[in-house]
């Protein structure tokens, strides 16, 4: 893939971020990786999403090394780097960070978004959890890196197609997917999921039953499963 393409693919995807209320000010961004080149595109750090153009799109290295452009990559790049580092071979070319409201709320209780119904196991195989809190050391620390290890350590045993997204506790989510705009609309689904789960909790006063397990492996399966059907 071209440079140019890619920082245009990242561009329209952060500012899907604005178009699906997902950010308010600068919170929250994109970036997109090029396999065969081994480069990412990101936000630049702090720029105003009205003013966005393609040249905000910084180009790094999976080092962090900026490669073009005259930006400030955002502060957290090592964290999106992270996740290309251990999931870009598996297909993973999009990675976004949001404090959309409803999935920071879970992220703020920390706890695991449990699946309670299709519309959220039409998209992910299980609940989506929340990282442990990171020790003093790991804040005072390498953060954005300590970030994303605690990140990949929630991980562990899981898989990075049917987990999409981990919540870091007390922070926000970071959600990924085959493309920016894939990994966007992984975004968009947790903070709709995210509402109607912190809605069926309170209802419930935490009662609420979790979806059977037949009915979520169907629907994840239907659509994301090697004999899927869904779709054309
Ligand atoms: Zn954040």
């Known amino acids: 893939m071209e440079i140019k393409q890619l ?8 500012l899907e971020l604005v178009t699906r209320n997902l950010i308010i000010s600068t919170w929250g961004n994109v970036s997109g990786y090029d396999p065969e080149s081994k480069l990412v595109a990101i936000k630049a750090s702090g720029v105003e999403y009205k003013n966005m153009k393609a040249e905000h ?22 964290t999106h780097l992270m996740l290309y580092r251990a999931y870009g071979a598996e ?3 999009g990675v976004v960070h949001t404090h959309s409201q409803y999935a920071t709320i879970w992220a703020q209780s920390g706890m695991d978004i449990p699946c309670y119904g299709t519309t959220h196991a039409d998209y992910y195989h299980g609940d989506i959890p929340t990282t442990r809190l990171m020790t003093d050391a790991e804040i005072n620390g390498e953060y954005e890196k300590n970030t994303g290890d ?20 007390s922070h926000g989510p970071f959600a990924w997917g085959k493309t920016p705009a894939e990994a966007v609309l992984h975004a968009q ?28 492996d169907k629907h994840y399966n239907r659509k994301f499963g090697p004999d899927s059907y869904y779709g054309q």
């Open 7 to 14: 920082r245009e693919e990242v561009l329209t995807a952060n």
């Open 91 to 93: 297909g993973i070319c």
């Open 57 to 78: 799109m910084v180009v790094v290295d999976l080092e962090g090394d900026v490669v073009e452009g005259k930006y400030h990559p955002s502060t957290d790049t090592i």
């Open 150 to 169: 605690i990140i990949l350590e929630t991980m562990r045993g899981r898989n990075c197609h049917s987990t999409s997204a981990v919540l870091v506790h």
């Open 189 to 216: 689904v947790l903070e709709y999921v995210a509402k109607m789960a912190w809605s069926n909790y309170v209802m419930s006063g935490g009662t609420c039953r979790l979806i059977q397990q037949a009915l979520a």
